[in-house]
């Protein structure tokens, strides 16, 4: 069960410049300071930003744009000039994000924060509330990184599910045309074949989490330059 797509070949050049246009037409990110160079597809972003969630954004646009292959993130959180916020004041804020998360059954996240930088642990049965957790994380104005030690919660790992990975794979709009594998064993998941961007590498990734049995997943999907 396999489709194929070709797009366009883009230089690096042209890339960089798309890039470029990207950032400085998304709202809520000042991209004066964020530097971009490419080389065979592959972008590293450098440079620096206020806050977490705008380090967050730029990444996301530029995973967006056609012809890049990889996203380097070298950007520094700087913080916001007239940041006076101390540990103990991001740690209100972490606690209070984070009551939300004690409501759930079989999530227990815990948080500590040191110099700016939160660190969650703890448990969750779904994939979406480890990566949630984090990503409300990421958006706290004063927070410069966030490390997501969350594990999973064991769950039965039926014999179908490459196949049924497979079909939610199927049925994305934004997959029509690509060539995708599954191998699927005790838990483990390997994506494997050819998309045309990041984004549908990123869709397939998510999709695959879905599937209530994957405990860890390898991404190993090509994306043509």
């Known amino acids: 069960m396999m489709l194929s797509e070709l797009s366009e070949h883009k230089t690096d050049a042209q890339i960089q410049e798309a890039v470029r246009s990207e950032l400085q037409w998304t709202p809520d990110l000042d ?52 940041a006076a916020d101390t540990d103990e004041k991001i740690g209100q804020q972490v606690s209070t994000m984070l009551k939300w998360y004690e409501t759930l059954p079989g999530v227990a996240i815990r948080a500590e924060v040191h110099d700016a930088v939160v ?43 490459a196949d049924r990975i497979l079909d939610a794979l199927h049925r994305q709009a934004s997959l029509a045309g690509t060539a995708i594998t599954v191998h699927a064993e005790s838990g483990k998941v390997i994506l494997r074949g050819t998309v ?10 998510q999709t695959a989490w879905k599937h209530p049995g994957v405990m860890e997943l390898h991404n190993d999907i090509h994306v043509e330059d």
């Open 119 to 161: 660190t969650l642990t703890g448990t969750a049965e779904w994939a979406y509330q480890r990566k949630a957790a984090q990503r409300s994380m990421q958006m706290l104005p004063k927070v410069r990184g966030v490390v997501n030690q969350i594990v999973l919660t064991p769950r039965q790992f039926p014999a179908d599910t």
């Open 31 to 82: 991209h004066s300071a964020i530097g971009v160079s490419v080389r065979d597809g592959v972008v590293e972003l450098s440079g620096s930003v206020a806050t977490m969630s705008e380090r967050y954004i730029a990444v996301k646009v530029t995973q967006r744009v056609t012809g890049v292959t990889t996203v380097v993130d070298e950007i520094t959180v700087q913080g916001e000039p007239d």
């Open 196 to 205: 045309s961007t990041l984004v549908q590498k990123h869709d397939a990734e």
